[in-house]
């Protein structure tokens, strides 16, 4: 059974993580950013959930890359005229 100070430390990691994905979501939804800069800032939140959460890669690419890159299709849409998947 988790100590109190390990279940702290899990709820706190998973406000961050969950924080880091809101303002992701919104940064790729509202911020002026090209194509090229919208991969990278999926890839540096990558690497700041591997920092939270080391043995979660796996999830991230199941589970938050996809989102993302979902996101990033609607915008190719609306602003950029691109049909193709960004996957």
């Known amino acids: ?5 390990e279940i702290r430390d899990e709820q706190i990691r998973m406000t961050r993580l969950r924080v880091l994905v ?3 979501v919104q940064l790729l939804t509202q911020a002026p950013l090209s194509r090229k800069d919208t991969l990278q800032v ?4 990558r690497d700041r959930v591997l920092e939270l959460c080391p043995d979660k890669g796996d ?3 199941l589970v938050l890359r996809p989102r993302f890159l979902r996101i ?9 005229g691109l049909t193709d998947s960004l996957n």
Do not use: C, G, H, Q
């Open 1 to 5: 059974m988790a100590s109190p100070e």
């Open 22 to 24: 809101d303002v992701t």
């Open 59 to 61: 999830v991230f690419d």
């Open 42 to 45: 999926i890839e540096y939140v």
């Open 72 to 80: 990033l299709n609607e915008r190719a849409v609306k602003e950029w």
